[in-house]
């Protein structure tokens, strides 16, 4: 992985053999980012996406490995108790063009992946809601 940042936003190529999710930790705790909105395109051979299933709380996933083209990649960088947070979403399309997505666990990059972040000033945490099962934006508390 390689990076630069110019003014606010920060450009990122992933390369082959990486994986996404290490990659983006990785930077934002060297740069110490707070909050960002993160948006790629690339390709990957393997993948771990995932569906939340807001009636049981429990997510189901869906392993994939072969040629996929990242057709779409969008989240966002928070922080929860004081580490880095992501929430990333990726759709994916395979060899005859069928599209999968969810929420990304994991992505192992075939070529490249390139990733721009805007970096937005400020802080913004997380925390866990019972009510719905997942790890909410938390504007309270710092």
Do not use: P
């Not at 929430?87 to 994916?92: A, G, S």
């Amino acid at each position: 992985m390689d990076y630069r940042k110019y003014g606010n936003i920060m450009l990122l190529r992933i390369d082959r053999g990486e994986e996404v999710i290490q990659c983006l930790t990785d930077a934002g705790n060297k740069e110490n980012i707070r909050l960002a909105q993160v948006s790629a395109v690339g390709a990957a051979d393997s993948l771990t996406i995932g569906l939340f299933d807001t009636r049981t709380k429990k997510y189901t996933t869906l392993d994939l490995n072969g040629e996929y083209e990242i057709t779409a990649m969008e989240g966002t960088i928070t922080r929860m108790d004081g580490k880095i947070y992501l929430h990333l979403h990726i759709t994916v399309s395979d060899e005859e063009f069928h599209a999968f997505g969810g929420h990304l666990n994991r992505a192992v990059i075939s070529g490249t992946c390139e990733v721009v972040m805007h970096l937005i000033d400020g802080e913004v945490n997380r925390k866990f809601d019972n009510g719905v099962g997942l790890n909410l934006i938390d504007f309270t508390g710092k």
